[in-house]
């Protein structure tokens, strides 16, 4: 389960982003928790959402051309600290109640134009810190589980401070945490970055051609439009949740903080289970399993009333958003060529968090006309269907995907033919 840990630069990596993903979420939970407090509305809800991701939609594109161009380890040092003195900006603000909802939209926009160079670099330089691919899902996963630990513990402790205090004291310990990440980052021994120091087309010839493989290749294809229909139709349940744990709930910070944490557990519990996974050859059949499990949880939550019972329908769906999630960014981060690697994870990351925002604004104005239960229902519906969409191409998706695994070493020609034949026999059992 841990075998990525034995490269130096991977548990340097792994220390620091784990204490400061837990600054983010405890970030991402305040942020949630202050627009409540401020208007008491689920359009700002949205509003607010749209803000810090709409610049990834915007700009990951073009910035996976430059990831791929530039050293992606300064690149990542510097959207770090960055996104440090932003925070240090927003609990200065907070603090001192100069705050209002304009200006945290504001603040919400400036943080999603870090995170649209942040997050394609952060993906993509995971790999060069991994020598051998076949450790490649086991890092993938470790790092989810760090993602969701931090998940689970971030909305906890930010429960806690907001009702001991104020939001600004959330927003000064995120900003504290990130020192951790960038003197892990500075401490480590890392190669130039494949497209470091090489002249290259024109950045309108690179968008081209990453569009032209990830659009003509089927995989890649089904994989980013699955994910972009969870993404746009079922994550935006998260913003909506303060309205669900003070209107529906009849809660306050701490079922808040209790939600979020149930699906955070959730999502832990999935990334352990896949990282515990001795191959990630299945992966590609899990991505549909996953997301079909994340739009039943979805269901089941929103036609809940009782605490108890909607904790549950939480974890379950963290553990379909997860390891969907995973699967998917492993499958991608295996197939795809280095020099590529940048685009392809910008078009990934366009799907599955530059397409939130939008949802954030359907959900805000579709909940002020048919409620927020309905509105978390209808998408956990949508989100079921485009499971069954890609169930059906499965067979296709895996005999495109089988040959590159075979030239990786990942999994050999015996191995298949094995597995096909033990396919045919159970069709036979079953006649």
Same mark, same amino acid.
């Given at each position: 389960?841990?075998?990525?840990?034995?490269?130096?630069?991977?548990?340097?990596?792994?220390?620091?982003?784990?204490?400061?993903?837990?600054?983010?979420?405890?970030? #991402?939970?305040?942020?949630?928790?202050?627009?409540?407090?401020?208007?008491?509305?689920?359009?700002?809800?949205?509003?607010?959402?749209?803000?810090?991701?709409?610049? &990834?939609?915007?700009?990951?594109?073009?910035?996976?051309?430059?990831?791929?161009?530039?050293?992606?380890?300064?690149?990542?040092?510097?959207?770090?600290?960055?996104?440090?003195?932003?925070?240090?900006?927003?609990?200065?603000?907070?603090?001192?109640?100069?705050?209002?909802?304009?200006?945290?939209?504001?603040?919400?926009?400036?943080?999603?134009?870090?995170?649209?160079?942040?997050?394609?670099?952060?993906? &993509?330089?995971?790999?060069?810190?991994?020598?051998?691919?076949?450790?490649?899902?086991?890092?993938?996963?470790?790092?989810?589980?760090?993602?969701?630990?931090?998940?689970?513990?971030?909305?906890?402790?930010?429960?806690?401070?907001?009702?001991?205090?104020?939001?600004?004291?959330?927003?000064?310990?995120?900003?504290?945490?990130?020192?951790?990440?960038?003197?892990?980052?500075?401490?480590?021994?890392?190669?130039?970055?494949?497209?470091?120091?090489?002249?290259?087309?024109?950045?309108?010839?690179?968008?081209?051609?990453?569009?032209?493989?990830?659009?003509?290749?089927?995989?890649?294809?089904?994989?980013?439009? !699955?994910?972009?229909?969870?993404?746009?139709?079922?994550?935006?349940?998260?913003?909506?949740?303060?309205?669900?744990?003070?209107?529906?709930?009849?809660?306050?910070?701490?079922?808040?903080? !209790?939600?979020?944490?149930?699906?955070?557990?959730?999502?832990?519990?999935?990334?352990?289970?896949?990282?515990?996974?001795?191959?990630?050859?299945?992966?590609?059949?899990?991505?549909?399993?996953?997301?079909?499990?994340?739009? *039943?949880?979805?269901?089941?939550?929103?036609?809940?009333?009782?605490?108890?019972?909607?904790?549950?329908?939480?974890?379950?769906?963290?553990?379909?958003?997860?390891?969907?999630? &995973?699967?998917?960014?492993?499958?991608?981060?295996?197939?795809?060529?280095?020099?590529?690697?940048?685009?392809?994870?910008?078009?990934?990351?366009?799907?599955?968090?530059?397409? &939130?925002?939008?949802?954030?604004? *359907?959900?805000?104005?579709?909940?002020?006309?048919?409620?927020?239960?309905? #509105?978390?229902?209808?998408?956990?519906?949508?989100?079921?269907?485009?499971?069954?969409?890609?169930?059906?191409?499965?067979?296709?998706?895996?005999?495109?995907?089988?040959?590159?695994?075979?030239?990786?070493?990942?999994?050999?020609? #015996?191995?298949?033919?094995?597995?096909?034949?033990?396919?045919?026999?159970? *069709?036979?059992?079953?006649?």
């Amino acid at each position: 389960m841990l075998r990525a840990f034995k490269y130096r630069n991977y548990r340097l990596f792994f220390g620091g982003q784990v204490i400061s993903l837990i600054g983010t979420w405890i970030t #991402t939970t305040a942020t949630s928790w202050l627009v409540y407090r401020l208007t008491g509305n689920a359009w700002y809800l949205g509003v607010v959402g749209f803000a810090s991701q709409f610049p &990834a939609f915007l700009l990951s594109s073009a910035a996976g051309i430059y990831v791929d161009r530039w050293n992606r380890h300064r690149l990542l040092v510097t959207t770090q600290s960055l996104s440090m003195l932003i925070s240090f900006l927003l609990a200065g603000l907070t603090l001192s109640n100069l705050i209002t909802i304009h200006v945290l939209i504001a603040i919400s926009v400036l943080q999603g134009l870090v995170n649209a160079f942040d997050m394609p670099c952060r993906q &993509a330089f995971v790999v060069s810190v991994i020598e051998d691919k076949a450790d490649l899902g086991n890092a993938i996963a470790l790092n989810s589980s760090m993602f969701n630990g931090a998940r689970l513990v971030g909305p906890s402790v930010a429960a806690a401070v907001i009702a001991a205090t104020n939001e600004g004291w959330c927003f000064l310990i995120d900003g504290i945490s990130f020192f951790a990440v960038i003197v892990a980052l500075l401490n480590m021994r890392v190669d130039a970055s494949p497209g470091a120091g090489r002249r290259h087309p024109s950045a309108w010839q690179q968008f081209r051609e990453g569009w032209a493989y990830v659009f003509g290749f089927g995989p890649i294809r089904s994989i980013i439009a !699955l994910l972009a229909i969870v993404s746009l139709l079922g994550v935006p349940y998260t913003v909506l949740m303060p309205i669900f744990a003070g209107d529906v709930l009849h809660g306050g910070p701490q079922t808040f903080g !209790l939600l979020m944490t149930a699906s955070g557990l959730g999502a832990l519990l999935g990334a352990l289970w896949l990282a515990g996974r001795p191959s990630m050859v299945s992966f590609g059949r899990l991505i549909p399993i996953a997301a079909g499990l994340f739009g *039943i949880g979805l269901m089941a939550f929103a036609a809940s009333r009782y605490l108890w019972l909607s904790l549950i329908c939480m974890v379950v769906v963290g553990f379909g958003i997860m390891v969907q999630a &995973a699967c998917s960014n492993t499958v991608l981060q295996t197939i795809v060529p280095d020099e590529k690697r940048g685009r392809v994870m910008s078009f990934f990351l366009m799907a599955y968090l530059g397409t &939130a925002p939008f949802g954030s604004l *359907i959900a805000g104005a579709l909940s002020g006309r048919i409620g927020v239960p309905w #509105t978390i229902a209808v998408g956990g519906g949508c989100c079921s269907v485009g499971a069954l969409w890609f169930a059906g191409g499965l067979k296709s998706f895996q005999r495109t995907i089988r040959p590159i695994y075979i030239d990786l070493g990942l999994v050999t020609e #015996t191995q298949v033919a094995e597995a096909e034949m033990a396919a045919l026999a159970l *069709i036979e059992d079953d006649e």
